[in-house]
T-cell receptor, first 112, second 113 residues
Framework: GDSVTQMEGPVTLSEEAFLTINCTYTATGYPSLFWYVQYPGEGLQLLLK?????DKGSNKGFEATYRKETTSFHLEKGSVQVSDSAVYFC???????????FGGGTRLMVKP | DAGITQSPRHKVTETGTPVTLRCHQTENHRYMYWYRQDPGHGLRLIHY???????DKGEVSDGYSVSRSKTEDFLLTLESATSSQTSVYFC????????????FGQGTRLTVV
């Protein structure tokens, strides 16, 4: 079945450091890919998405590129802020499917 | 923010009792989902609905049932709660199946003692 694997956390960075959170997936065809963010005590919010190969999703300084050849959708940000501290989830929906499948989540902690 | 409300937000219940969680939406979205969130497991799909009275099982459906009698309401029932069902439960809604985002509720923290 479809699955998403992301790096385990927590990831601890200093403010203004470069961030990469790895995400790889297993799915047939061309799924749509998503990054969601969960701030403490809240539900999940969509951060960015990409719906076809080589698409780049971006939002709030975060970026991720849909790489079909490596089945990856790594999340990057050039300069993190304390306010970026949250749990980040990579997810996919199959091209002809109904279910949004999530990775295990990666907690990011940014220190001043 | 998408109009999606979960109730209750917090609940403590005893083992063996029935529990119903409610998800209410004002967006008229076709698809509704129930997930549970546990440390080390991310979010796992329990059940989902693709229309009124149309539901299907997800990855971890054992011990749970759902009902959707109206577009706006999706109920999750634990027939006889167990300690392993202590979790945070999230409802989500979406309008189209693929290439669009899902909107999430604030979550319900359920503790089974």
């Amino acid at each position: 079945g479809d699955s998403v694997t992301q790096m385990e956390g927590p990831v601890t960075l200093s403010e203004e450091a470069f961030l990469t959170i790895n995400c790889t997936y297993t799915a047939t065809g061309y799924p749509s890919l998503f990054w969601y963010v969960q701030y403490p005590g809240e539900g999940l919010q969509l951060l960015l998405k990409a719906t076809k190969a080589d698409d780049k999703g971006s939002n709030k300084g975060f970026e991720a590129t849909y790489r079909k050849e490596t089945t990856s959708f790594h999340l990057e940000k050039g300069s993190v802020q304390v306010s970026d501290s949250a749990v980040y989830f990579c997810a996919l929906i199959p091209n002809a499917g109904n279910m949004l499948t999530f990775g295990g989540g990666t907690r990011l902690m940014v220190k001043p | 923010d998408a109009g999606i409300t979960q109730s209750p937000r917090h609940k403590v219940t005893e083992t063996g009792t029935p529990v119903t969680l409610r998800c209410h939406q004002t967006e008229n979205h076709r698809y509704m989902y129930w997930y549970r969130q546990d440390p080390g497991h991310g979010l796992r799909l329990i059940h989902y609905s693709y229309g009124v009275k149309d539901t299907d099982k997800g990855e971890v459906s054992d011990g749970y049932s759902v009902s959707r009698s109206k577009t706006e309401d999706f109920l999750l029932t634990l027939e006889s709660a167990t300690s392993s069902q202590t979790s945070v439960y999230f409802c989500a809604i979406s309008d189209r199946v693929s290439s669009t985002e899902a909107f999430f509720g604030q979550g319900t923290r359920l503790t089974v003692v």
